[in-house]
């Protein structure tokens, strides 16, 4: 079984502080993870995924996540935030090898104040 | 290249109706999703189709909830009767192949309100 813990459903960040997103999975098998942001009345578009090779994975608008096996970790961080990240961000695990649904977390809200 | 289209974007029904929705993968690609994402929750996968074969629908709620996709293409989400925790977006969502670390596009929405 796998699943995915976010901690924090809502996190604020002043625009151009760091943003971390944190990421806690749970996987039997070595495991595929993804970061998906959501914007409102939108569907879900992929920020940046770990399959295998590099734990450091960069992805799209300036974001990063470290895959860290012995922490089972995939925290999402941006150097400085802006205004237009505001939206919401959900991790998602899928296990490596055959077929296997992906499993969301609950997501994390994020503000960015002025 | 065109999205995943989804229709309609929004539906309100009441309690015991039926009701009905209809995505269109990007082009070529031959694994479909359709997943219920809950205000305040992550998606949970409903059904997987690969081509118009189903893959998984182990949390299909199939008392009520039915799905199809003919020719491999577009798709159908059906709800009969329809019930109030049934209120939430129904996301389609597509992929090339069906690999787990294939990237999966997902469409805007349709959002179900029941009264």
């Known amino acids: 079984a796998q699943s995915v813990t976010q901690l924090g459903s809502h996190v604020s960040v002043s625009e151009g502080a760091l943003v971390l997103l944190r990421c806690n999975y749970s996987?039997?098998?070595?495991?595929?993870l993804f970061w998906y942001v959501q914007y409102p009345n939108q569907g879900l578009q992929l920020l940046l995924k770990?399959?295998?090779?590099?734990?450091l994975v960069k992805g799209i608008n300036g974001f990063e996540a470290e895959f860290k096996k012995s922490e089972t970790s995939f925290h999402l961080t941006k150097p400085s935030a802006h205004m237009s990240d505001a939206a919401e961000y959900f991790c998602?695990?899928?296990?490596?090898?055959?077929?296997?649904?992906?499993?969301f977390g609950i997501g994390t809200k994020l503000q960015v104040i002025p | 290249e065109a999205g995943v289209a989804q229709s309609p974007r929004y539906k309100i029904i009441e309690k015991r109706q039926s009701v009905a929705f209809w995505c269109n993968p990007i082009?070529?690609?031959?694994?479909l999703y359709w997943y219920q994402q809950i205000l305040g929750q992550g998606p949970k996968l409903l059904i997987q189709?690969?081509?118009?074969?189903?893959?998984?629908d182990s949390q299909l709620p199939k008392d009520r909830f039915s799905a199809e996709r003919l020719k491999g293409v577009d798709s159908t989400l059906k709800i009969q009767p329809a019930k109030l925790e049934d209120s939430a977006v129904y996301l389609c969502?597509?992929?090339?192949?069906?690999?787990?670390?294939?990237?999966?596009?997902f469409g805007p929405g349709t959002r179900l309100t029941v009264l």
């Open positions: 082009s070529g690609h031959a694994t």
């Open positions: 996987s039997s098998v070595p495991p595929y």
């Open positions: 189709f690969q081509n118009n074969g189903v893959v998984d």
């Open positions: 969502a597509s992929s090339l192949v069906s690999g787990s670390a294939d990237t999966q596009y």
């Open positions: 770990y399959t295998t090779g590099a734990t």
């Open positions: 998602a695990v899928r296990t490596s090898g055959g077929y296997q649904k992906v499993t």
